[in-house]
């Protein structure tokens, strides 16, 4: 891909409505994949709360959240986030996204993911990310493999999703500039 189509960024408040919309629209679709959350999770309030915790989470080093969107028409797309922030001998988080779905295999977050793993690790020096999918779904595991994850085990029973423990692919990549 030459050109990019998408780009991320802080989410602010006036985000909220769009990503109230984006979760509603797709909740069945994130489900499939993702543990359950709550009813409130599905309104702006919740959402509005979410964006101003997550820039104090950031300022504090703990969470960095995204928004992914589409450059043609500034549309909100996705979201995406850096959790789980180690710093110390690790300087490690995890990746976890989302995706209208009716945005899914256009290369928008393989696209995405680069620019947030290109953040993390030049401006927020990562050395590690590591990002982990349901082997049910295997385009969020193709999304991180393109970005340049590597496979490197199954985490078992690892996460409950609709009242069942099921295992999950771990991926991770590594600081290019750590490799001395």
């Known amino acids: 891909m030459s050109q990019q189509q998408v780009y991320i960024r802080f989410p602010e408040e006036t985000d909220a409505q769009q990503l109230t919309a984006m979760y509603k629209r797709n909740r069945g679709f994130f489900e499939t994949f993702s543990p359950s959350t709550p009813e409130e999770y599905y309104t702006e309030e919740y959402q509005l709360q979410s964006i101003v915790k997550g820039k104090a ?43 209208d779905q009716a945005y899914n ?25 590591y990002g982990e999918a349901s082997p049910r779904n295997p385009g969020s595991i193709r999304v991180l493999e393109k970005a340049g994850f590597h496979k490197e085990g199954i985490s078992r029973s690892n996460v409950k999703i609709n009242g069942v423990w099921e295992d999950h692919q771990v991926l991770a990549i590594i600081n290019p500039a750590d490799d001395v």
């Open 105 to 129: 295999g256009k290369g928008y977050m393989t696209e995405a993911v680069k620019q947030v793993v290109r953040y993390a690790f030049e401006k927020l020096h990562f050395h590690r990310i």
């Open 57 to 99: 989470d950031r300022e504090e080093d703990h969470r960095y959240a995204f928004v992914v969107c589409r450059k043609e028409d500034e549309r909100l797309i996705g979201h995406i986030g850096l959790t789980f922030v180690v710093r110390g001998p690790l300087q490690s988080c995890m990746i976890g996204y989302s995706l």
